[in-house]
Nanobody, 114 residues
Framework: QVQVVESGGGLVQPGGSLRLSCVASRALFRLVKMGWYRQPPGKERELVATITRGGSTTYADAVTGRFLISRDNDKNTMYLQMNSLKPEDTAVYYC????????WGQGTQVTVSS
């Protein structure tokens, strides 16, 4: 079983930036397509971005052009650079294998508010 730990969230003003990190407990991370998810208050969890082991990426329409997903396979770590943040980006952010089949971590809270 692979465990993931997310970090880097916080309170930021609209237009600001944050960088989230996700560290996986096993080197299996290096072989799989990973994803960032988020769950806004009162809503279902949704997929925000994915990245293959080779670095190919996809993004949800709502974040395209503002978020950048990346990974460092040597460190079993994935990142989400979030720019031009909007109040509607407020959510708990999670990382997982792109199919969502690993055990979910606790996530990291991102709050965008003035």
């Amino acid at each position: 079983q692979v465990q993931v730990v997310e970090s880097g969230g916080g309170l930021v003003q609209p237009g600001g930036s944050l960088r989230l990190s996700c560290v996986a407990s096993r080197a299996l991370f290096r072989l799989v397509k990973m994803g960032w998810y988020r769950q806004p208050p009162g809503k279902e969890r949704e997929l925000v971005a994915t990245i293959t082991r080779g670095g190919s990426t996809t993004y949800a329409d709502a974040v395209t052009g503002r978020f950048l997903i990346s990974r460092d396979n040597d460190k079993n770590t994935m990142y989400l650079q979030m720019n031009s943040l909007k109040p509607e980006d407020t959510a708990v952010y999670y990382c997982n294998i792109a199919t969502g089949n690993w055990q979910w971590g606790q996530g990291t809270q991102v709050t965008v508010s003035s």
